[in-house]
Nanobody
């Protein structure tokens, strides 16, 4: 079975920084797009940032210039560096990965368990 395990959430003051990590493990053939989503209380889950296996990135407008996503393919890990954090960044952050399990090339959608990020004002 494939698992995504996140780490790095916590409580930080506004203007501070956090780095989230998400490591994929299990019977993995390859990984296509990896990324981060977040869900604040009473709101829908939204895209934060994604990165393809070719290192093309995409960011939500609200985090551009403050957050950076990158990946280490040798470790099957994706990171989210979050700087200049704001109270409105408070949410549960979820890791996502499109994982290929065999040479068929078909990829499957996997999610981490979520990690809480709280930014105090």
């Amino acid at each position: 079975q494939v698992q995504l395990v996140e780490s790095g959430g916590g409580l930080v003051q506004a203007g501070g920084s956090l780095r989230l990590s998400c490591a994929a493990s299990g019977r993995i053939f390859s990984i296509n797009t990896m990324g981060w989503y977040r869900q604040a209380p009473g709101k829908q889950r939204e895209l934060v940032a994604t990165i393809t296996n070719g290192d093309s990135t995409r960011y939500a407008d609200s985090v551009k210039g403050r957050f950076t996503v990158h990946r280490d393919n040798a470790k099957n890990t994706v990171y989210l560096q979050m700087n200049s954090l704001k109270p409105e960044d408070t949410a549960v952050y979820y890791c996502n990965a499109r994982i290929v399990l065999s040479s068929s090339g078909y990829d499957y959608d996997y999610w981490g368990q979520g990690t809480q990020v709280t930014v105090s004002s």
